[in-house]
């Protein structure tokens, strides 16, 4: 639970931190652009994985 | 709690790399129209990027791609405030291969951090000095990571093997002493407790004979501690004939009547040991457990092939397979031989090698 809320404190302070340079559009392109990253780091991971247990 | 887990081989090194981050410090710092706005947000994304770092050594799969898509992120948000923020892409770059355990996978991942600074820059027109090195450095970082990260796992495989190799070495050996210890302590204490016996029924109307058999057991006894102290050193070499002689004193001492024929073979030291490590466990059973009143030794040479058969006419009987017999099976399937039990009538074991293989071992 503690090591959770460690988790999304900086996600949320990152997001805080944007909307105080009053850059929207930034927030909009750099967290959906984030997301993709991290499921693209994700999937490109499993897909090592997979193919290092299949040699 | 440290900031670093201590249990992996990490080192001072994370704390080193911090030193990179004097560069996202470095502009506001050079730059005298720095607004109190950009030095909040320089100073707050600072401690935000300590926290995802550490973090990141902390958290495995599939958090860890969360904070470190949060670091990138923050390179790319704050291009714009602070060209210094490229540290955070070069950071991403960096952490990369070590959490994609391929270096192909790798550097499609470094690939795809690069891509997203391209789209970044594109849309936002981003200064040359927040792109220009955030790409030539995470492309450096990520190749020489990748191959780092990659040495580091074969490395890691390399010990685990190296353990596992030593743990079945051990497993090895303790298992030799056991066996050896089995055969040697079981066979003398046999012998020791028939002619003690013996001893103790000679020892009123024969005397002298009782005398010598209590010379025996002394002598058996010191020659059962030499072999005790060479089998734990890995030292012993048994000989097939002194066995036979043995097994012949033993036997006659148990009362039963033995027959032997031993014909020459010529057998390399570790094939003759454990020849006569099996013929010794074998009497052994034959004296504690069979009742016989005979008992046959046999050993010859078959198509290239030892034969070594020990027959009795004792009481026989199907019983399930003790630590002797599984020793003595272990002891020849080594040599890469076979073993026949057949317990009709009295009990038949009946154990063949190939006298070639240890040349080939």
Same mark, same amino acid.
């Given at each position: @639970?503690?090591?959770? =809320?460690?988790?999304? $404190?900086?996600? +949320?302070?990152?997001?805080?931190? #944007? @909307?105080?340079?009053? =850059?929207?559009?930034? $927030?909009?392109? +750099?967290?959906?652009?984030?997301? #993709?990253?991290?499921?693209?780091?994700?999937?490109?991971?499993?897909?090592?994985?997979?193919?290092?247990?299949?040699? | 709690?440290?900031?670093?887990?201590?249990?992996?081989?990490?080192?001072?090194?994370?704390?080193?790399?911090?030193?990179?981050?004097?560069?996202?410090?470095?502009?506001?710092?050079?730059?005298?129209?720095?607004?109190?706005?950009?030095?909040?947000?320089?100073?707050?994304?600072?401690?935000?990027?300590?926290?995802?770092?550490?973090?990141?050594?902390?958290?495995?799969?599939?958090?860890?791609?969360?904070?470190?898509?949060?670091?990138?992120?923050?390179?790319?948000?704050?291009?714009?405030?602070?060209?210094?923020?490229?540290?955070?892409?070069?950071?991403?770059?960096?952490?990369?291969?070590?959490?994609?355990?391929?270096?192909?996978?790798?550097?499609?991942?470094?690939?795809?951090?690069?891509?997203?600074?391209?789209?970044?820059?594109?849309?936002?027109?981003?200064?040359?000095?927040?792109?220009?090195?955030?790409?030539?450095?995470?492309?450096?970082?990520?190749?020489?990571?990748?191959?780092?990260?990659?040495?580091?796992?074969?490395?890691?495989?390399?010990?685990?093997?190296?353990?596992?190799?030593?743990?079945?070495?051990?497993?090895?050996?303790?298992?030799?002493?056991?066996?050896?210890?089995?055969?040697?302590?079981?066979?003398?204490?046999?012998?020791?407790?028939?002619?003690?016996?013996?001893?103790?029924?000679?020892?009123?109307?024969?005397?002298?004979?009782?005398?010598?058999?209590?010379?025996?057991?002394?002598?058996?006894?010191?020659?059962?501690?030499?072999?005790?102290?060479?089998?734990?050193?890995?030292?012993?070499?048994?000989?097939?004939?002194?066995?036979?002689?043995?097994?012949?004193?033993?036997?006659?001492?148990?009362?039963?009547?033995?027959?032997?024929?031993?014909?020459?073979?010529?057998?390399?030291?570790?094939?003759?040991?454990?020849?006569?490590?099996?013929?010794?466990?074998?009497?052994?059973?034959?004296?504690?457990?069979?009742?016989?009143?005979?008992?046959?030794?046999?050993?010859?040479?078959?198509?290239?092939?030892?034969?070594?058969?020990?027959?009795?006419?004792?009481?026989?009987?199907?019983?399930?397979?003790?630590?002797?017999?599984?020793?003595?099976?272990?002891?020849?399937?080594?040599?890469?031989?076979?073993?026949?039990?057949?317990?009709?009538?009295?009990?038949?074991?009946?154990?063949?090698?190939?006298?070639?293989?240890?040349?080939?071992?």
């Amino acid at each position: @639970m503690k090591s959770n =809320r460690t988790m999304w $404190l900086p996600v +949320v302070v990152s997001v805080l931190l #944007l @909307m105080l340079l009053g =850059r929207i559009d930034l $927030l909009v392109i +750099v967290i959906p652009l984030a997301a #993709l990253l991290a499921y693209g780091f994700w999937w490109l991971q499993s897909r090592a994985t997979s193919h290092q247990r299949k040699m | 709690m440290g900031l670093v887990p201590e249990n992996r081989d990490h080192g001072w090194v994370p704390y080193v790399w911090l030193v990179f981050l004097a560069f996202f410090l470095l502009n506001p710092i050079l730059d005298p129209h720095t607004t109190a706005k950009v030095w909040l947000i320089t100073l707050s994304a600072t401690i935000v990027f300590l926290v995802l770092y550490f973090r990141l050594f902390w958290t495995g799969p599939p958090w860890n791609y969360p904070l470190l898509a949060g670091i990138a992120a923050m390179g790319l948000g704050l291009g714009h405030t602070n060209p210094g923020s490229c540290v955070f892409i070069i950071y991403t770059a960096s952490f990369i291969p070590w959490m994609i355990p391929k270096p192909r996978w790798a550097m499609f991942g470094v690939g795809a951090l690069v891509a997203a600074l391209g789209i970044d820059a594109l849309l936002f027109h981003a200064p040359i000095a927040f792109w220009a090195p955030s790409v030539i450095v995470s492309l450096g970082v990520g190749f020489s990571n990748t191959y780092f990260a990659e040495k580091n796992r074969a490395n890691a495989k390399l010990r685990m093997a190296q353990g596992e190799i030593e743990h079945l070495a051990k497993v090895a050996e303790r298992e030799r002493i056991a066996r050896d210890l089995h055969d040697v302590l079981g066979h003398t204490l046999s012998l020791i407790i028939v002619k003690s016996t013996l001893a103790g029924k000679l020892l009123e109307k024969y005397p002298e004979k009782a005398r010598s058999e209590v010379a025996d057991i002394e002598k058996v006894s010191r020659e059962a501690m030499a072999e005790i102290r060479n089998t734990l050193r890995g030292y012993s070499v048994y000989k097939l004939t002194e066995e036979v002689h043995r097994a012949k004193s033993v036997l006659q001492s148990a009362g039963v009547r033995v027959m032997a024929e031993a014909a020459e073979v010529s057998m390399s030291p570790a094939q003759e040991s454990v020849a006569a490590l099996i013929m010794r466990e074998a009497v052994t059973n034959v004296v504690r457990h069979a009742h016989a009143r005979t008992c046959q030794l046999r050993i010859s040479c078959n198509n290239g092939n030892c034969l070594l058969e020990i027959q009795d006419d004792g009481r026989g009987g199907f019983q399930a397979e003790g630590n002797g017999l599984r020793g003595m099976r272990e002891r020849v399937e080594a040599l890469g031989g076979t073993v026949e039990r057949d317990t009709a009538a009295g009990t038949k074991l009946r154990f063949e090698f190939p006298l070639a293989a240890d040349d080939k071992r």
